[in-house]
């Protein structure tokens, strides 16, 4: 399995981003690592290797992209403002730079999204709020109410990058083509937010599919189950 690392500079960052990148071709999937991860975390965790035989037939290619939580959600030691402003900076880089990248080297018009955890989090807010670069959007384990990071503060950038706040009222043409599938577990802590976002969905008429595995919790074993099996729904 070819395996490729990346360092870009990012122009609305303003600093150097990593990738791991799995693949030589296939369709291309966004991975986001979980809370304040990086770019090893998907190979690290054998997410990677759980889809090695969808890699190596050329189906998709991955790639694993570093977050800035550290910046954004979780920098305690900034102000709420900053934080979510931080975050905003990080979502242009997406749209802006990233997308376009994999665009054309992949030959796309859209993308996929994926993300376990917080990172789940990410992949649907970034499908929401850009349907128009994002055919596949799958989470795994996540939960999607970031008013918990913000002790309290709101603005206009908490309530678009807050799922639950935004999703009743976002309208898309976009909604209706994307290939959505909400992953949880029995016993994963975080499934009655996935279950909201299901519930929202399912009340715009927005076609997904809720995957609630009788077994396991919130941890890589059902998300390894879980992820080469939304990856075969391409």
């Known amino acids: 399995m070819h395996e490729q690392h990346r360092r870009f500079y990012s122009h609305h960052l303003g600093q150097d981003i990593d990738m791991l990148v799995f693949g030589t071709w296939g369709y291309p999937v966004v991975i986001f690592p979980t809370s304040g ?9 054998k997410l990677i290797e759980a889809a090695r035989p969808l890699i190596e037939a050329g189906r998709v290619k991955l790639f694993c ?3 800035i939580d550290r910046f954004s959600w979780y ?6 403002a900053i934080r979510v402003k ?9 749209s802006d730079e990233l ?25 649907l807010n970034f ?22 990071f913000m002790d309290g503060y709101h603005d206009d950038n908490v309530y678009y990058n807050n799922p ?5 009222g976002a309208q898309s043409e976009h909604f209706q083509w994307m290939n959505i599938i909400l992953g949880t577990a029995e016993h994963d802590f975080c499934r009655h ?9 399912q009340e715009k008429g927005i076609h997904h599919t809720l995957d609630v595995k009788p077994f396991g919790d919130h941890d890589w074993p059902v998300w390894r189950e879980m992820f080469p099996q939304y990856l075969n729904t391409i």
């Open 193 to 201: 937010s996935t279950f909201n976002i299901s519930r929202i969905l």
């Open 164 to 168: 639950p706040e935004y999703l009743p």
């Open 86 to 94: 931080n975050h905003v900076f990080y979502d242009q880089f997406l």
């Open 75 to 80: 920098a305690k030691h900034l102000e709420p």
């Open 99 to 123: 997308v376009p990248m994999l665009q054309k080297e992949c030959n796309v018009d859209k993308i996929g999204v994926a993300g376990c955890s917080f990172g789940g989090y990410h992949a």
């Open 37 to 45: 991860g990086h770019d090893n975390e998907a190979r690290d965790f």
């Open 127 to 148: 499908a929401f709020r850009h349907p128009n670069h994002v055919a596949h959007l799958f989470t795994m384990g996540a939960a999607f109410d970031i008013r918990q």
């Open 65 to 67: 992209i570093d977050s």
